[in-house]
């Protein structure tokens, strides 16, 4: 498989002329909180998370511990916390079936919510729990806790009593074996460290699946997600696709296919800036590798930009019909195959993902 382009962990800094162009970006504020994050409201209704005003490394400065930086496919904390604040009061609990470092967890306790996460990763889930704890050091009063486990058997791993209670699933599946993680110069030229999950050999870690076997896991871990929501519960899920043999592959649908599978509607499809806006364009911030590939394309003379985004899939907890205990596309009276469009009904076109309503 081959290396995902946009991994958010190494966060070298760039040059604005390395940025791949600049672009417009939509205006009008609709939402604003904790003068960090906003949403703006596209033309065509698309919420726009700006999420990345700073780099990965200046939001975690001093709020993680320093050796956070060794996982390979971390989540911008502010990220996190927009969905956080978006869809949660104070008090509610956040989980996180795949929680890395524990992102997910850090920014609910400072906001104020209850947190619980899952980590395949002993190395991974030590790191989480460490944070949390350092973040109640600082002040967060949130309570945090971290389970070392297989999350598609979550519901085997959490107190029975958890059912039905959890507000908000913020959460990120891997994207695949070997990331980005972080560069440094060699003998041999540009070197990477960091840039895998665990050393390969171990397919629990659904980073060593297939695309098919991803979503197969992750559709798992959604249904015990789904059980564990309170009624009218949303799960927030980051995803790009990646690119394999120069082709994209479409992770996001893939999500959307698990998420309905797990008997979850998808209800909103936002994006999460990657990028700074500044004076009303957007600034990236790519990886070494990124930049790299891209540029190898273009001078090959095939047409790639950068992605500067996070697709962000909403999906909620709603009441299932009395005659079937199924997830069905009522469109299709079939179920939506994964990575099809076929999600009319939930005001959500699956491969544009643009909301129609
Ligand atoms: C994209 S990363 C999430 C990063 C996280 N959001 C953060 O900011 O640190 C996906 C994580 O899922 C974990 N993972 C993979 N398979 C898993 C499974 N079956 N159960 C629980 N965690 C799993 C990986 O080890 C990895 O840490």
């Given at each position: 498989m081959a290396e995902?382009?946009?991994?958010?962990?190494?966060?070298?800094?760039?040059?604005?002329?390395?940025?791949?162009?600049?672009?417009?970006?939509?205006?009008?504020?609709?939402?604003?909180?904790?003068?960090?994050?906003?949403?703006?409201?596209g033309p065509e209704g698309l919420s726009v998370w700006v999420t990345a005003?700073?780099?990965?490394?200046?939001?975690?400065?001093?709020?993680?511990?320093?050796?956070?930086?060794?996982?390979?496919?971390?989540?911008?904390?502010?990220i996190a916390a927009h969905a956080v604040h978006a869809y949660t009061q104070p008090g509610d609990l956040v989980l996180d079936p795949m929680c890395g470092i524990g992102t997910t967890l850090v920014e609910a306790v400072h906001a104020g919510r209850d947190a619980i996460g899952v980590e395949y990763e002993s190395r991974w889930s030590d790191i989480a729990d460490a944070n949390v704890t350092h973040a109640q050091h600082q002040g967060a009063t949130g309570r945090g806790a971290v389970i070392r486990g297989d999350s598609t058997?979550?519901?085997?791993?959490?107190?029975?009593?958890?059912?039905?209670?959890?507000?908000?699933?913020?959460?990120?599946?891997?994207?695949?074996?070997?990331?980005?993680?972080?560069?440094?110069?060699?003998?041999?030229?540009?070197?990477?460290?960091?840039?895998?999950?665990?050393?390969?050999?171990?397919?629990?870690?659904?980073?060593?699946?297939?695309?098919?076997?991803?979503?197969?896991?992750?559709?798992?871990?959604?249904?015990?997600?789904?059980?564990l929501l309170r009624?009218?519960?949303?799960?927030?899920?980051?995803?790009?696709?990646?690119?394999?043999?120069?082709?994209l592959v479409d992770l996001p649908s893939?999500?959307?296919?698990?998420?309905?599978?797990?008997?979850?509607?998808?209800?909103?499809?936002?994006?999460?800036?990657?990028?700074?806006?500044?004076?009303?364009?957007?600034?990236?911030?790519?990886?070494?590798?990124?930049?790299?590939?891209?540029?190898?394309?273009?001078?090959?003379?095939?047409?790639?930009?950068?992605i500067a985004h996070e697709d962000v899939l909403v999906f909620a907890k709603t009441q299932k019909s009395a005659s079937s205990a199924e997830p069905k596309c009522s469109r299709c009276e079939s179920g939506c195959p994964e990575g099809t469009s076929c999600h009319a009904d939930t005001g959500v076109q699956g491969n544009s993902g643009r909301r129609s309503g």
């Open positions: 995902h382009p946009t991994t958010p962990g190494p966060d070298e800094p760039v040059r604005p002329e390395d940025s791949g162009g600049r672009h417009r970006v939509y205006e009008g504020c609709h939402r604003q909180y904790d003068g960090r994050h906003q949403a703006i409201a005003q700073s780099s990965g490394p200046v939001q975690r400065r001093g709020r993680y511990l320093p050796e956070s930086v060794k996982h390979p496919a971390r989540m911008l904390p502010a058997r979550i519901l085997s791993l959490v107190p029975a009593a958890l059912a039905g209670q959890v507000a908000l699933v913020v959460t990120s599946p891997p994207y695949g074996p070997t990331v980005h993680g972080l560069v440094r110069p060699g003998a041999d030229g540009v070197a990477k460290f960091d840039n895998a999950y665990n050393d390969g050999t171990d397919r629990g870690n659904l980073a060593y699946r297939d695309l098919t076997g991803l979503a197969d896991g992750f559709a798992q871990i959604l249904a015990g997600c789904y059980t009624p009218g519960g949303v799960v927030v899920v980051t995803a790009r696709p990646w690119r394999k043999h120069g082709q893939a999500v959307i296919g698990a998420g309905i599978r797990a008997g979850l509607t998808p209800v909103d499809r936002c994006v999460a800036l990657l990028a700074a806006v500044r004076g009303g364009h957007l600034v990236a911030r790519p990886s070494f590798f990124q930049l790299q590939q891209v540029r190898r394309a273009c001078t090959a003379g095939t047409p790639m930009h950068l």
